[in-house]
């Protein structure tokens, strides 16, 4: 920790660790955004990605890197981001580390509003993604409302959402079959969470709703820290619980909601983003004597993850399957479902399950 004092007299705390992990992961994900924007039916070299980037390509370059590939690498940035800060404060909040939005029946919600609009009123894709917002979000008033006894208690949380989730699938199970052939396509294709065709349209609501909400959760970092003490200390410590729940458990529930709209239901990255970053270990000159990991609810380092998890795994898919063969949500549904089995077993061998 580092202490640094301005002309003006105010002091700030620097924790060297959690600031390299910071640095580490965002280089991290423009290194894996460059390889992506470069990756497709015309291959492009990271120097020549950046060189259009910065103006010095030449007309092809520029159209297939700023109109094709670059709105589809920041809608799976932002994405990621507004997937791993959310995921962090579910599972802040509920002291569990199963609660994740995707988990807690969130992007099943977000799934219905969708189904809804393809379904029964053949909407476009603004549509959609308006029915997907007002669906994940009357999703987490429901479940707010009905896990609230006296103040929200984690497992209690956790429970309620799971059965949301299950309900929720079964209606998303009916309105496939009341659809037709071609509606029926249309919401598999969006239900399997895909970053194909995604376009400025997409980028510029998401990277708005992200400019608001994601300052507005960094800025809850504190108390949400001292939340995972329990109600009781947070109370002792001047934190407004039930104002602090309420206000990073909604910009949560819209960043959610606003991320499903833009790529749909990507699995897992909720779950596991925030997990890894806890998980991250420095070396023993930078993160102390134990180099352990991360404290806190690490809300920006669950971002950068989150943003890196799903640009490097629409790279693996693409790279192995070729382009827009293989959605990227079935990829991290994959491999975040071994995730979720192995930090089941974990839970389970400590004697917290």
Not at 148 to 159: C, P
Not at 269 to 281: G, H
Request: some cysteine; aromatic content about 6%; charged content about 10%.
């Amino acid at each position: 920790m580092i202490s640094v004092r301005t002309r003006r007299g105010l002091a700030l705390r620097l924790d060297v660790p959690a600031v390299t992990a910071c640095l580490v992961l965002l280089a991290l994900a423009l290194a894996a955004a460059v390889a992506l924007i470069g990756t497709g039916d015309y291959p492009m070299t990271p120097g020549e990605v950046l060189t259009t980037l910065t103006g010095g390509g030449n007309p092809g370059q520029e159209f297939i890197v700023q109109d094709l590939r670059l709105p589809r690498v920041l809608v799976g940035l932002l994405v990621g981001a507004a997937f791993g800060i959310s995921g962090a404060v579910f599972q802040t909040v509920s002291r569990n580390p199963l609660g994740s939005p995707d988990v807690l029946g969130f992007a099943q919600g977000s799934s219905v509003g969708a189904l809804i609009v393809i379904v029964f009123f053949q909407g476009g894709t603004f549509a959609v993604a308006a029915g997907s917002v007002v669906g994940g979000v009357a999703t987490g008033i429901a479940i707010f409302l009905l896990a609230w006894k006296r103040g929200i208690q984690g497992y209690r949380f956790v429970l309620v959402g799971i059965g949301a989730s299950a309900m929720l699938y079964a209606v998303v199970l009916y309105l496939l079959t009341k659809a037709n052939i071609v509606e029926a396509t249309r919401a598999t294709t969006w239900m399997n969470g895909s970053l194909n065709g995604r376009d400025w349209d997409q980028v510029r609501p998401l990277a708005a709703t992200c400019a608001v909400l994601v300052p507005l959760l960094l800025l809850h970092g504190r108390p949400l820290r001292m939340l995972e003490m329990g109600d009781d200390a947070a109370y002792a410590l001047g934190v407004r619980v039930g104002r602090v729940r309420t206000v990073t458990l909604l910009a949560s529930v819209l960043l959610v909601a606003s991320a499903t709209a833009a790529a749909g239901p990507i699995a897992f990255v909720a779950l596991t983003a925030p997990q890894l970053a806890r998980r991250l270990r420095l070396p023993r000159r930078l993160g102390g004597a134990s180099g352990g990991p991360l404290p806190g609810p690490n809300l920006l380092p669950a971002a950068l993850m989150g943003a890196l998890l799903l640009v490097a795994a629409d790279w693996v898919s693409q790279r192995l399957f070729g382009a827009d063969q293989l959605p990227v949500g079935v990829l991290t549904g994959v491999l975040g479902g071994g995730y979720l089995l192995w930090l089941l077993a974990t839970e389970r061998r400590a004697g917290r399950m």
